[in-house]
């Protein structure tokens, strides 16, 4: 599975972005698909992901304000992020997992100035 993340830019703080991904493989053959975020000095942490039974499960410090869907027909995700702080900047990176192999996209800089 190849992904390509894109959408991330500077923005200023309360405003929204959306950040897509496009999946090289069908939305179907994916068991988990989402994102994961990595600001400097810090952990990799979830985002949003969805899985295979339509769940979305969501980082304690987006919810409410991000939300993930998808594009069946043009093999894409996003992920659309609202009422965006400061402490959003960070890398984002798109994945997915397939037959328990994790995939990661190639990772989309946004930046949230104050």
């Known amino acids: 599975v190849q992904l390509q993340a894109s959408g991330g830019g500077l923005v200023e703080a309360g405003e929204s972005l959306r950040l897509s991904c496009a999946s090289s493989e069908s939305i179907y053959s994916l068991d988990v698909m989402g994102w994961y975020r990595q600001a400097p000095g810090k952990q990799r942490e979830l985002v949003a992901v969805?899985?295979?039974?339509?769940?979305?499960e969501y980082g304690d410090s987006v919810k409410g304000r991000f939300f993930i869907s998808t594009d069946v027909e043009k093999r894409m995700f996003y992920v659309k992020m609202s009422r965006l702080k400061p402490e959003d900047t960070a890398v984002y990176y798109c994945?997915?997992?397939?037959?328990?192999?994790?995939?990661w996209g190639q990772g989309t800089q946004v930046t949230v100035s104050s």
């Open positions: 994945y997915a997992q397939q037959t328990s192999t994790n995939y």
């Open positions: 969805l899985r295979s039974d339509g769940i979305p």
